[in-house]
């Protein structure tokens, strides 16, 4: 098992029972938990640096499971949602799914399922974070380019030739070249296969219909 | 005191007595000692005349002894004189029959008969005998007699009226009389003093006797001022001067011999004393009579002024000289207006002449007379007065007048009227009630009948009726009945009241109701009765007999004063009492059931107390051992005062219907639990959350435990605490099974005290995860000061859950935010304790809201229609109400009611 540095696992239920069980079963698993009442108690504390989860209920007095899902989700967070759940309803069950929750269990959950899914919810938040971090990483390069050159640069990435570019532009071929060789510099690519590959990280798409 | 009183005087008037004898002649001319005694007597009761003699006796020897008188004689002279005064006394005492007073012509007579004459007279042979016995004196038996008697008469006639008239009113007179009647006192006797010394002393037995006038004058004033007091002290002074200046051998009457002038004073003295003596009785007669008169005429104003009647008085001339206060107050005006014929301007001028007419013709009669007629009181207003006058006589028996007193009578002859107007009215009336009044004769039998009582019997106007004829109209099954009341009531001279039947010529039967009593009046005993027809009431009876009859309806009658209880065929047969059976009270209370007897005692003595009707459900036990349930209603009848006097009731025979009840309650609890396992399905996936809630902690704990020692870094401590958690964990999951197993168990409802918030706690507790399900809301308001109820306790949370589960349902298509169920618990003004299940769904529809709680009525496609009729009849069945209305704002409220103590009445 592996878990990943700095890691965090947060579980929310109204239930006492639930609670006490829960936090008892992520220590022996070796895991640092946080216990929260209700989702609002939650969401009043700051996000955690690290890989983190989240074990909710679905159905709880004020905002449920399902809430705090589509709040997550409209912050743009990274924490992995595992739904638990006293009742066996199906839709939600699904709607949850295809939210991006890791996993849906009906209690009592087994020991090890419930571990399974918070291990595996960790090492995708921690991708995630990994993911997110290289994004912001290859934006910040992107960012050292002067409009004209990113121009230049996005009809390369979409696979067009220097003479291509210029037509398209309305400039001569000998300027294009100039910001194509000043902008590979900038973004420290020798190669056209390496600049697609930082656009992409960047998650900017290219320009192929300009 | 009265004994020295005589000890002293008799010793004086000794000495005096032998002062006045004129010497050598051995007898006195006046001697006082047995006049002092005689006065003694007089003014004492005989009683204690031995102690007055015995108190003179000593004063008798000691003068005696004086004297040289030998003892014997001096006995002898105490006899004789001793005999003097009881004689004189005690005749005196007896005519008078009391003290002697000389305030009357006979009194005065009296008194000179006895003490002076007789008692003198007779006692002087004896005095004269004892001297001659002990040879005494000188002189012959009837000389000496002569002597004593004049000597004794005279000292009784000057000494014992001066003593009694002085001890019975001279000191009083002295110490209340004003100056100048003491001054007029002193006048007289300067006067007479002067006067008798002048003629008695100075002027030598030569000179002209009739002189001796010259003291009447003062006599005579002194009697016509001072009466008898003022007589007897003239004539003693008179007396004492004359003796006293012959004694001296000065005055006319030192001219003779001792003897004759002794004699000649003797003479001269009775002879003026007598006829002054009657002469003051004269005045002081006429003088008490004057002032008796005045005072009585006084009293009789204070009287007739004081009396609430008008009075009158006429005198013999018919005209009228006296109308008292009262009388001039009503007619406002003055006497000197009334008198004479002034009175008769006030009298009604169409009275005047009937009024003078009676008045003159019965004062000639001299008859008493009374008469009405109108007068004109002092504001204006005429008044009936009634007059009546009789003539007046002094104590002669001579006609002196009338007197009369008159009452206004006028509320009294309104009232008359009033009252026969009155009478005259209840005829109308009893006519137009189809009363009957008649009358008999309880000589005759005849009898009187009004044309109501003519019409009841259909007897025609002209038809002389008496008991017979009367009687022939009665049903003959009735007549005997009637005769032996009739009559009975007339030989004992009271009253009778009998409903009987008549047979009328027209061949219909009525029934009639008649009471009588006998009148006794001046002209014999009559029977005054009234009749009317009940034949009415009679059929409704009859209707009411037969209507109880055929509805099994039992009727009883308690009498509280007789304690008799009297059941009718149908009672009897609830009872399993045999219709010959006797009934007492102790058959009832041995035909009720054992379970029921008590409360049926009780609530019928309850009923008693209060004075209020009752109704009780009971069972009774017949002989026969089978058991039939009664409805009992009963109300008492009381008297004025309060007391019992009887009670009666009615009873029905309700063992069908009980029975069908029962079965009906063995139903419901059937229904009851159907639909209880029924909402524990709609609850399961609410239970299943329960369950799965503790499970979830027991799984994870105990998981967590396993990894901990796998680990092998096992803290004690918090092993301790995780398996605590897990027993903790499975008590909870045994207590939701355990409130499952209460929920679906089909027992029989139990009864206890509980407080209805605890009841709305755990249903609530028991809904909370449905309500999640639900996307409900789940508020309570529990008020703390709830009162206790008496119920079942998984009956009302059943009723709970089942509104709940409603209102869930109700809320489908409500907008999630608005989803919310509120319980409500409180006491209202009235002492209730209301529960009320608001939602905000749908509401009730017009439709629904009439069969709301109807069985197999219901808005769910998939509903049974049981839930609602199976929660009213659990409410009802605990004394309480339940009502669903459409709360403002949206939604519907169930509320269920209960009274403050509501106990079941389930039995």
Same mark, same amino acid.
């Given at each position: 098992?592996?878990?990943?540095?700095?890691?965090?696992?947060?579980?929310?239920?109204?239930?006492?029972?639930?609670?006490?069980?829960?936090?008892?079963?992520?220590?022996?698993?070796?895991?640092?938990?946080?216990?929260?009442?209700?989702?609002?108690?939650?969401?009043?504390?700051?996000?955690?640096?690290?890989?983190?989860?989240?074990?909710?209920?679905?159905?709880?007095?004020?905002? /449920?499971?399902?809430?705090?899902?589509?709040?997550?989700?409209?912050?743009?967070?990274?924490?992995?949602?595992?739904?638990?759940?006293?009742?066996?309803?199906?839709?939600?069950?699904?709607?949850?799914?295809?939210?991006?929750?890791?996993?849906?269990?009906?209690?009592?959950?087994?020991?090890?399922?419930?571990?399974?899914?918070?291990?595996?919810?960790?090492?995708?938040?921690?991708?995630?974070?990994?993911?997110?971090?290289?994004?912001?990483?290859?934006? /910040?390069?992107?960012?050292?380019?002067?409009?004209?050159?990113?121009?230049?640069?996005?009809?390369?990435?979409?696979?067009?030739? /220097?003479?291509?570019?210029?037509?398209?532009?309305?400039?001569?071929?000998?300027?294009?070249?100039?910001?194509?060789?000043?902008?590979?510099?900038?973004?420290?690519?020798?190669?056209?296969?390496?600049?697609?590959?930082?656009?992409?990280?960047?998650?900017?798409?290219?320009?192929?219909?300009? | 005191?009265?004994?020295?009183?005589?000890?002293? !005087?008799?010793?004086?008037?000794?000495?005096?007595?032998?002062?006045?004898?004129?010497?050598?002649?051995?007898?006195?001319?006046?001697?006082?000692?047995?006049?002092?005694?005689?006065?003694?007597?007089?003014?004492?009761?005989?009683?204690?005349?031995?102690?007055?003699?015995?108190?003179?006796?000593?004063?008798?020897?000691?003068?005696?002894?004086?004297?040289?008188?030998?003892?014997?004689?001096?006995?002898?002279?105490?006899?004789?004189?001793?005999? =003097?005064?009881?004689?004189?006394?005690?005749?005196?005492?007896?005519?008078?029959?009391?003290?002697?007073?000389?305030?009357?012509?006979?009194?005065?007579?009296?008194?000179? @008969?006895?003490?002076?004459?007789?008692?003198?007279?007779? +006692?002087?042979?004896?005095?004269?005998?004892?001297?001659?016995?002990?040879?005494?004196?000188?002189?012959?038996?009837?000389?000496?007699?002569?002597?004593?008697?004049?000597?004794?008469?005279?000292?009784?006639?000057?000494?014992?009226?001066?003593?009694?008239?002085?001890?019975?009113?001279?000191? @009083?007179?002295?110490?209340?009389?004003?100056?100048?009647?003491?001054?007029?006192?002193? @006048?007289?006797?300067?006067?007479?003093?002067?006067?008798?010394?002048?003629?008695?002393?100075?002027?030598?037995?030569?000179?002209?006797?009739?002189?001796?006038?010259?003291?009447?004058?003062?006599?005579?004033?002194?009697?016509?001022?001072?009466?008898?007091?003022?007589?007897?002290?003239?004539?003693?002074?008179?007396?004492?001067?004359?003796?006293?200046?012959?004694?001296?051998?000065?005055?006319?009457?030192?001219?003779?011999?001792?003897?004759?002038?002794?004699?000649?004073?003797?003479?001269?003295?009775?002879?003026?004393?007598?006829?002054?003596?009657?002469?003051?009785?004269?005045?002081?007669?006429?003088?008490?009579?004057?002032?008796?008169?005045?005072?009585?005429?006084?009293?009789?104003?204070?009287?007739?002024?004081?009396?609430?009647?008008?009075?009158?008085?006429?005198?013999?001339?018919?005209?009228?000289?006296?109308?008292?206060?009262?009388?001039?107050?009503? #007619?406002?005006?003055?006497?000197?207006?009334? %008198?004479?014929?002034?009175?008769?301007?006030?009298?009604?001028?169409?009275?005047?002449?009937?009024?003078?007419?009676?008045?003159?013709?019965?004062?000639?009669?001299?008859?008493?007379?009374?008469?009405?007629?109108?007068?004109?009181?002092?504001?204006?207003?005429?008044?009936?007065?009634?007059?009546?006058?009789?003539?007046?006589?002094?104590?002669?028996?001579?006609?002196?007048?009338?007197?009369?007193?008159?009452? $206004?009578?006028?509320?009294?002859?309104?009232?008359?009227?009033?009252?026969? =107007?009155?009478?005259?009215?209840?005829?109308?009336?009893?006519?137009?009630?189809?009363?009957?009044?008649?009358?008999?004769?309880?000589?005759?039998?005849?009898?009187?009948?009004?044309?109501?009582?003519?019409?009841?019997?259909?007897?025609?106007?002209?038809?002389?009726?008496?008991?017979?004829?009367?009687? &022939?109209?009665?049903?003959?099954?009735?007549?005997?009945?009637?005769?032996?009341?009739?009559?009975?009531?007339?030989?004992?001279?009271?009253?009778?009241?009998?409903?009987?039947?008549? @047979?009328?010529?027209?061949?219909?039967?009525?029934?009639?109701?008649?009471?009588?009593?006998?009148?006794?009046?001046?002209? !014999?005993?009559?029977?005054?009765?009234?009749?009317?027809?009940?034949?009415?009431?009679?059929?409704?009876?009859?209707?009411?007999?037969?209507?109880?009859?055929?509805?099994?309806?039992?009727?009883?009658?308690?009498?509280?004063?007789?304690?008799?209880?009297?059941?009718?065929?149908?009672?009897?047969?609830?009872?399993?009492?045999?219709?010959?059976? =006797?009934?007492?009270?102790?058959?009832?209370?041995?035909?009720?059931?054992? $379970?029921?007897?008590?409360?049926?005692?009780?609530?019928?003595?309850?009923?008693?107390?209060?004075?209020?009707?009752?109704?009780?459900?009971?069972?009774?036990?017949?002989?026969?051992?089978?058991?039939?349930?009664?409805?009992?209603?009963?109300?008492?009848?009381?008297?004025?005062?309060?007391?019992?006097?009887?009670?009666?009731?009615?009873?029905?025979?309700? #063992?069908?219907?009980?029975?069908?009840?029962?079965?009906?309650?063995?139903?419901?609890?059937?229904?009851?639990?159907?639909?209880? %396992?029924?909402?524990?399905?709609?609850?399961?996936?609410?239970?299943?959350?329960?369950?799965?809630?503790?499970?979830?902690?027991?799984?994870?704990?105990?998981?967590?435990?396993?990894?901990?020692?796998?680990?092998?870094?096992? $803290?004690?401590?918090?092993?301790?605490?995780?398996?605590?958690?897990?027993?903790? &964990?499975?008590?909870?999951?045994?207590?939701?099974?355990?409130?499952?197993?209460?929920?679906?168990?089909?027992?029989?409802?139990?009864?206890?005290?509980?407080?209805?918030?605890?009841?709305?706690?755990?249903?609530?507790?028991?809904?909370?995860?449905?309500?999640?399900?639900?996307?409900?809301?789940?508020?309570?308001?529990?008020?703390?000061?709830?009162?206790?109820?008496?119920?079942?306790?998984?009956?009302?949370?059943?009723?709970?859950?089942?509104?709940?589960?409603?209102?869930?349902?109700?809320?489908?298509?409500?907008?999630?935010?608005?989803?919310?169920?509120?319980?409500?618990?409180?006491? &209202?003004?009235?002492?209730?304790?209301?529960?009320?299940?608001?939602?905000?769904?749908?509401?009730?529809?017009?439709?629904?809201?009439?069969?709301?709680?109807?069985?197999?009525?219901?808005?769910? +496609?998939?509903?049974?229609?049981?839930?609602?009729?199976?929660?009213?009849?659990?409410?009802?069945?605990?004394?309480?109400?339940?009502?669903?209305?459409?709360?403002?704002?949206?939604?519907?409220?169930?509320?269920?009611?209960?009274?403050?103590?509501?106990?079941?009445?389930?039995?």
């Amino acid at each position: 098992m592996m878990i990943p540095p700095n890691s965090l696992v947060f579980a929310i239920d109204d239930d006492s029972s639930v609670r006490k069980g829960l936090t008892r079963l992520l220590r022996s698993a070796g895991y640092r938990s946080e216990i929260f009442e209700s989702a609002s108690d939650f969401l009043k504390r700051e996000q955690h640096a690290g890989p983190a989860c989240v074990i909710v209920d679905v159905r709880m007095p004020g905002l /449920n499971g399902m809430d705090l899902q589509e709040t997550l989700i409209q912050r743009r967070r990274q924490e992995q949602l595992i739904f638990i759940t006293g009742h066996g309803d199906i839709s939600m069950c699904a709607q949850a799914m295809k939210a991006g929750a890791v996993d849906f269990l009906p209690k009592p959950f087994r020991d090890d399922e419930l571990l399974g899914c918070v291990e595996r919810a960790l090492i995708r938040s921690a991708e995630q974070r990994r993911r997110k971090a290289e994004e912001n990483e290859a934006q /910040n390069l992107l960012g050292l380019l002067t409009p004209r050159e990113l121009e230049v640069m996005q009809l390369v990435v979409a696979g067009m030739l /220097n003479k291509q570019i210029a037509g398209e532009l309305g400039t001569a071929e000998k300027t294009v070249k100039v910001h194509r060789g000043r902008a590979m510099r900038k973004l420290n690519v020798s190669s056209v296969a390496e600049l697609v590959r930082l656009t992409e990280k960047a998650c900017l798409a290219p320009a192929a219909n300009i | 005191m009265i004994g020295l009183c005589v000890f002293v !005087g008799y010793y004086l008037g000794a000495k005096i007595g032998f002062a006045l004898t004129f010497k050598p002649y051995p007898v006195s001319v006046l001697w006082p000692p047995n006049s002092i005694l005689v006065a003694a007597l007089l003014l004492t009761p005989p009683r204690i005349w031995w102690f007055v003699l015995l108190a003179a006796f000593p004063a008798h020897c000691a003068a005696q002894i004086q004297s040289h008188v030998p003892p014997l004689m001096i006995l002898c002279w105490f006899v004789s004189n001793s005999s =003097e005064a009881v004689i004189g006394a005690g005749l005196t005492r007896y005519l008078v029959r009391g003290p002697i007073q000389f305030t009357s012509l006979r009194n005065a007579a009296i008194f000179c @008969l006895c003490v002076v004459f007789a008692g003198p007279f007779l +006692s002087s042979f004896l005095d004269a005998a004892f001297v001659r016995w002990n040879a005494w004196g000188q002189g012959t038996y009837w000389d000496l007699t002569r002597i004593r008697f004049f000597s004794n008469a005279l000292a009784a006639l000057i000494v014992a009226p001066l003593i009694v008239t002085w001890a019975t009113k001279g000191i @009083l007179a002295v110490r209340t009389a004003g100056r100048a009647r003491l001054l007029e006192a002193c @006048l007289i006797l300067l006067g007479l003093l002067a006067i008798g010394f002048a003629v008695l002393y100075k002027f030598g037995p030569g000179a002209d006797s009739a002189l001796l006038f010259l003291t009447l004058p003062f006599l005579l004033w002194a009697a016509a001022r001072f009466g008898s007091l003022g007589t007897s002290t003239a004539l003693s002074i008179v007396g004492f001067l004359a003796i006293w200046s012959a004694s001296l051998g000065h005055g006319p009457f030192s001219g003779g011999t001792a003897e004759q002038n002794t004699f000649s004073i003797q003479i001269f003295l009775i002879v003026l004393s007598i006829p002054m003596l009657f002469l003051a009785a004269v005045i002081e007669e006429r003088a008490t009579g004057e002032t008796e008169r005045r005072e009585s005429e006084s009293r009789f104003r204070i009287v007739a002024d004081a009396a609430p009647v008008l009075i009158w008085m006429a005198g013999v001339d018919k005209l009228c000289t006296f109308f008292n206060k009262p009388w001039l107050k009503f #007619t406002g005006r003055s006497l000197e207006q009334e %008198v004479g014929n002034g009175w008769a301007e006030g009298v009604h001028p169409d009275d005047l002449q009937k009024c003078l007419k009676i008045y003159t013709e019965a004062f000639d009669a001299r008859k008493a007379f009374v008469m009405q007629y109108r007068l004109r009181r002092y504001d204006g207003e005429y008044r009936w007065i009634s007059d009546q006058g009789v003539a007046r006589h002094d104590a002669q028996g001579n006609f002196v007048g009338y007197i009369g007193s008159c009452v $206004d009578v006028t509320e009294l002859i309104n009232k008359e009227r009033a009252l026969r =107007e009155f009478e005259e009215r209840v005829v109308l009336a009893a006519q137009a009630a189809h009363l009957g009044v008649w009358e008999m004769d309880t000589t005759t039998y005849e009898i009187w009948m009004s044309d109501g009582a003519r019409t009841l019997l259909q007897f025609d106007s002209e038809t002389s009726l008496d008991h017979g004829r009367v009687q &022939d109209r009665v049903h003959p099954e009735d007549r005997a009945l009637r005769d032996s009341a009739v009559k009975g009531a007339i030989e004992s001279r009271s009253e009778y009241e009998i409903e009987y039947r008549v @047979l009328l010529p027209d061949g219909t039967l009525r029934w009639i109701s008649s009471r009588g009593r006998c009148v006794t009046g001046e002209d !014999g005993t009559r029977l005054i009765a009234v009749s009317i027809d009940i034949t009415p009431q009679k059929e409704a009876q009859d209707l009411f007999r037969l209507a109880a009859e055929g509805s099994h309806l039992g009727v009883w009658h308690w009498d509280e004063v007789a304690n008799t209880l009297t059941w009718d065929g149908a009672t009897r047969d609830m009872f399993g009492v045999s219709a010959d059976a =006797e009934i007492t009270i102790d058959t009832f209370y041995r035909a009720l059931h054992p $379970d029921d007897a008590e409360r049926v005692k009780q609530t019928w003595r309850q009923a008693f107390e209060l004075r209020l009707p009752y109704q009780i459900e009971f069972r009774t036990q017949r002989t026969d051992g089978t058991i039939r349930w009664v409805h009992a209603r009963g109300r008492g009848y009381y008297d004025e005062a309060g007391k019992p006097l009887w009670m009666t009731g009615v009873l029905f025979d309700i #063992t069908d219907r009980k029975e069908a009840e029962l079965q009906a309650h063995q139903n419901r609890d059937e229904l009851s639990h159907l639909s209880r %396992v029924a909402a524990m399905g709609e609850l399961a996936a609410s239970i299943a959350h329960e369950l799965n809630q503790p499970l979830s902690g027991i799984t994870s704990n105990a998981a967590a435990g396993q990894r901990f020692i796998d680990r092998g870094k096992v $803290d004690l401590r918090e092993l301790h605490d995780l398996l605590g958690d897990i027993v903790a &964990d499975g008590r909870r999951a045994g207590d939701v099974i355990r409130g499952i197993q209460g929920m679906v168990k089909k027992d029989v409802s139990a009864h206890r005290r509980i407080n209805l918030n605890d009841v709305v706690i755990s249903v609530v507790h028991m809904v909370k995860p449905s309500a999640m399900l639900h996307s409900c809301e789940l508020g309570t308001f529990l008020d703390p000061d709830l009162p206790m109820v008496e119920g079942d306790p998984v009956q009302l949370q059943q009723v709970l859950l089942n509104l709940i589960i409603n209102a869930f349902d109700a809320m489908r298509d409500t907008p999630l935010s608005r989803r919310k169920v509120v319980i409500a618990t409180e006491r &209202d003004a009235d002492g209730f304790t209301r529960v009320s299940v608001r939602d905000y769904g749908v509401g009730i529809s017009a439709e629904a809201r009439e069969r709301l709680f109807e069985q197999f009525f219901t808005t769910k +496609s998939k509903g049974l229609g049981m839930g609602l009729s199976i929660v009213r009849s659990i409410v009802e069945s605990h004394g309480g109400t339940i009502a669903a209305e459409n709360a403002d704002g949206g939604g519907a409220r169930f509320q269920f009611t209960f009274p403050a103590s509501a106990k079941t009445s389930a039995v």
